[in-house]
């Protein structure tokens, strides 16, 4: 089965940094998705991405959080200046269209550690 | 109140029994329930999908949805120890304009023994 790509699996970085989060959705797919899951907390939608635009984002993703496609294959997450409660896991996910009933596909995530 | 508020469990249950799960929420324009199987460092995989209220069942599993109570149940026949994992509820509503939009429960995590 195809499958959401996300690399790398782990990322160190100090506080203030900018780290970039790389994913690889499955090919024919439209829709795009960043969730986080902070350690023994629940899944938590950031940001949904079609067409080359934001389609919807929820509080989380202020300022310092940024998608973009930029080119063919990849879709990324950059976060400008880390802070310590950004630590988490982070799970890419694509859909092939964004009917209701569609199936969101989730990588294994990358785990974000900020020191 | 939380809008999803799901037991982390765990639920240890043994091979063959019946795995019972639930959510509850509080967001009455939810109408879109999902259930998602999540291994250790893999990420969720959808389960099973149900529009508003009523029964689906797929193979060993049967999802239920009552709007009218805020509650749902994801039930597990015949478990198996592959069956171990964590299981997210999670919800969307009518309102959002972006599909994929979910709102997850904490998960609980099951353990089959052999």
């Known amino acids: 089965e195809p499958e959401v790509t996300q690399t790398p699996s782990h990322q160190v970085t100090q506080m203030g940094q900018e780290v970039i989060l790389r994913c690889v959705p499955i090919?024919?797919?439209?829709?795009f998705y960043w969730y986080r899951q902070i350690l023994g907390q629940k899944v938590e939608f950031l940001v949904s991405?079609?067409?080359?635009?934001?389609?919807?984002k929820s509080e989380i993703f202020d300022d310092q959080f940024s998608v973009e496609r930029p080119d063919g294959s990849n879709f990324t997450l950059k976060i400008r200046s880390t802070k310590l409660e950004d630590s988490a896991m982070y799970f890419c996910?694509?859909?092939?269209?964004?009917?209701?009933?569609?199936?969101?596909?989730f990588g294994s995530g990358t785990q974000l550690s900020v020191l | 109140q939380k809008e999803v508020e799901q037991d982390p469990g765990p639920l240890s249950v043994p091979e063959g029994a019946i795995v019972s799960l639930n959510c509850t929420y509080s967001n009455s324009a939810f109408q879109y329930f999902m259930w998602y199987r999540q291994y250790s460092r893999k990420g969720p995989e959808l389960l099973m999908y149900?529009?508003?209220?009523g029964n689906k069942e797929d193979g060993r599993f049967t999802a239920q949805v009552d709007k009218s109570s805020k509650y749902i149940s994801l039930f597990i026949r015949d478990s198996q120890p592959s069956d171990s994992a964590t299981y997210l509820c999670?919800?969307?509503?009518?309102?959002?304009?972006?599909?994929?939009?979910?709102?997850f429960g904490a998960g609980t995590q099951v353990v089959v023994t052999p």
């Open positions: 996910a694509s859909s092939e269209g964004g009917r209701r009933e569609e199936k969101l596909f």
């Open positions: 149900t529009y508003s209220s």
């Open positions: 999670a919800m969307s509503d009518v309102k959002t304009d972006s599909w994929g939009k979910l709102q």
């Open positions: 090919s024919n797919h439209l829709y």
């Open positions: 991405f079609y067409n080359n635009e934001i389609s919807e």
